[in-house]
């Protein structure tokens, strides 16, 4: 099952490659995030300022379990380096990240048998986001238009 959904969402990441100045496309995201055994699902744009520079934002839901949710943003900037052989790029990015995550409201049994409620609650993170490998992967499946 994990083979397959690494497969679907390395499908589904890159739409087009060696895109010009003004281009625009939009991306499908779909993952597992491992740490706390959450599907999500999500978006990113592209839009190239130059035929190097492009901007990505992104967006990602974390579906509920054990009562949390999740949202991130981010804003990242790619700097794309071509490598023509076998329609390959990459890129480095840097960007920001914010990260939500809101807890429902919960009742738990402690060691003692009691049980307590726990009301709601949400936390947001802010982060910068440094990456210098993504890019082979996100254009290797990738689409020449």
Do not use: C, W
């Not at 100045?21 to 839009?47: C, E, H, P, W």
């Not at 790619?78 to 919960?106: C, I, R, T």
């Amino acid at each position: 099952m994990k083979k397959f959904i690494g497969l679907v969402v390395l499908l589904t990441i890159s739409l087009s490659t060696f895109a010009q100045k003004g281009d625009f496309s939009l991306l499908g995201n779909f993952g597992y995030q491992t740490d706390f055994k959450r599907v999500m699902i999500g978006a990113q744009g592209r839009y190239n300022l130059t035929n190097h520079v492009r901007l990505a934002p992104d967006l990602m839901f974390f579906f509920p379990k054990n009562k949390v949710t999740g949202f991130d943003i981010d804003v990242n900037a790619h700097y794309v380096f071509n490598l023509h052989e076998d329609n390959l790029s990459l890129y480095p990015l840097a960007g920001f990240n914010l990260q939500n995550n809101f807890q429902g409201k919960q009742t738990i049994k402690g060691d003692d048998g009691k049980e307590t409620t726990l009301d709601s609650h949400s936390s947001t993170n802010f982060g910068f986001n440094p990456n210098f490998v993504t890019g082979i992967i996100n254009e290797f499946f990738a689409v020449n238009n």
